[in-house]
């Protein structure tokens, strides 16, 4: 998964734009921008339909997102 992650990061963040993620020029015309992102692994398994309903559960719990902001603050005080 963390392969997945970076690899769509990759991909997305491309300094070249045609060879960027969604912004590839096509042979098939019925594969768009949206669908090209949404075809990649990182996204295997979601649900879109239930996505765009608001049927999923948020990604992140409370405990998390605390967690994530104790590690942020603690990363910056090392930066400083």
Same mark, same amino acid.
């Given at each position: 998964?963390? *392969?997945?992650?970076?690899?769509?990061?990759?991909?997305?963040?491309?300094?070249?734009?045609?060879?960027?993620?969604?912004?590839?020029?096509?042979?098939? +015309?019925?594969?768009? +921008?949206?669908?090209?992102?949404?075809?990649? @692994?990182?996204? +295997? *398994?979601?649900?879109?339909?239930?996505?765009?309903?608001?049927?999923? @559960? @948020? @990604?992140?719990?409370?405990?998390?997102? +605390?967690?994530?902001?104790?590690?942020?603050?603690?990363?910056?005080?090392?930066?400083?």
């Amino acid at each position: 998964e963390r *392969g997945q992650a970076a690899d769509i990061v990759r991909q997305l963040l491309t300094v070249q734009v045609d060879h960027r993620l969604g912004c590839r020029k096509r042979t098939d +015309a019925s594969q768009g +921008a949206l669908e090209e992102i949404k075809a990649h @692994p990182f996204f +295997a *398994g979601l649900n879109w339909a239930a996505l765009l309903r608001k049927q999923l @559960p @948020p @990604p992140l719990t409370s405990l998390a997102r +605390a967690m994530c902001c104790l590690l942020q603050v603690k990363a910056m005080k090392l930066v400083n």
